[in-house]
């Protein structure tokens, strides 16, 4: 346990990556799609077509994380290797800084929320925080999800990360490639056996919680595969 903390602080000695970063991109963010509302705001003025609503900014961090989780690998793991840290030792410490930057994503998402209800979108209409269906039920179902996500897209980016240093630029693109003809081969068979109503039916039955348990089984599933290859991955 000692030795994973380490890792943890080692990742953690330029915070700027984890903390200050990701709180400068929500809060630009923030900032742009408050900027945005309320200039349409004004410019509609009391006209019923006001604008209001569910402005997307809240993804903004998440597509960081996807970029952090290729660095904690390409940028900081050569560096454990010259220190002498084993690969499980990198991965267990890696994995929970993951951990705890999502639930402190998480948790500003849940607690920025209740502010932007209170106001009305801030007083412009501009939703980040209270999204629809994500938050709409119990607390801890939004926090589960946006956790969630977090993990994943970190997840993400280390396995892609995971693939090149192990096999190579020729081998990422091949993975990459093989992803995008799995999933256009997964819409085809749907439409072909014309399972999209059942599917859209399954997808309405689930709760933001439920989507978010589903996502942190991929991620523990891509976490496993990244760990295995960077078994022997070389730095």
Same mark, same amino acid.
């Given at each position: 346990?000692?030795? /994973?903390?380490?890792?943890?602080?080692?990742?953690?000695?330029?915070? %700027?990556?984890?903390?200050?970063?990701?709180?400068?991109?929500?809060?630009?963010?923030?900032? +742009?799609?408050?900027? +945005?509302?309320? +200039?349409?705001?004004?410019?509609?003025?009391? #006209?019923?077509?006001?604008?209001?609503?569910?402005?997307?900014?809240?993804?903004?961090?998440?597509? *960081?994380?996807?970029?952090?989780?290729? %660095?904690?690998?390409?940028? /900081?793991?050569?560096?454990?290797?010259?220190?002498?840290?084993?690969?499980?030792?990198?991965?267990?410490?890696? /994995?929970?800084?993951?951990?705890?930057?999502?639930?402190?994503?998480?948790?500003?998402?849940?607690?920025?929320?209740?502010?932007?209800? =209170?106001?009305?979108?801030?007083?412009?209409?501009? *939703?980040? @925080? =209270?999204?629809?269906?994500? &938050?709409?039920?119990?607390?801890? #179902?939004?926090?589960? @999800?946006?956790?969630?996500?977090?993990?994943?897209?970190?997840?993400?980016?280390?396995?892609?990360? &995971?693939?090149?240093?192990?096999?190579?630029?020729?081998?990422?693109?091949? =993975?990459?490639?093989?992803?995008?003809?799995?999933?256009?081969?997964?819409?085809?068979?749907?439409?072909?056996?014309?399972?999209?109503?059942?599917?859209? =039916?399954?997808?309405?039955?689930?709760?933001?919680?439920? +989507?978010?348990?589903?996502?942190?089984?991929?991620?523990?599933?891509?976490?496993?595969?990244?760990?295995? &290859?960077?078994?022997?991955?070389?730095?």
């Amino acid at each position: 346990m000692n030795r /994973t903390l380490n890792v943890v602080r080692m990742q953690l000695v330029n915070r %700027q990556t984890y903390i200050w970063v990701p709180l400068i991109i929500i809060g630009s963010a923030w900032v +742009i799609s408050y900027l +945005i509302y309320a +200039i349409i705001g004004a410019g509609l003025g009391a #006209h019923p077509a006001r604008g209001e609503g569910f402005n997307g900014a809240s993804q903004a961090p998440l597509w *960081y994380f996807l970029a952090i989780g290729v %660095q904690a690998l390409t940028l /900081t793991f050569p560096f454990s290797q010259a220190m002498s840290v084993t690969r499980r030792t990198f991965f267990l410490g890696t /994995t929970l800084v993951t951990a705890a930057a999502g639930a402190v994503l998480a948790t500003l998402y849940t607690l920025l929320k209740l502010p932007e209800l =209170a106001t009305n979108g801030w007083g412009v209409g501009s *939703y980040m @925080f =209270a999204l629809p269906w994500v &938050t709409d039920g119990p607390w801890y #179902h939004g926090w589960l @999800f946006f956790f969630a996500v977090t993990v994943l897209f970190f997840i993400l980016g280390f396995w892609f990360a &995971t693939i090149y240093k192990r096999f190579g630029v020729a081998a990422l693109t091949s =993975a990459l490639v093989a992803l995008a003809l799995l999933l256009v081969g997964a819409v085809a068979l749907i439409t072909w056996q014309q399972w999209w109503g059942s599917v859209g =039916a399954w997808l309405a039955q689930q709760s933001s919680g439920q +989507i978010g348990a589903w996502m942190l089984a991929v991620a523990v599933v891509l976490g496993l595969s990244s760990y295995l &290859t960077l078994r022997r991955a070389t730095p």
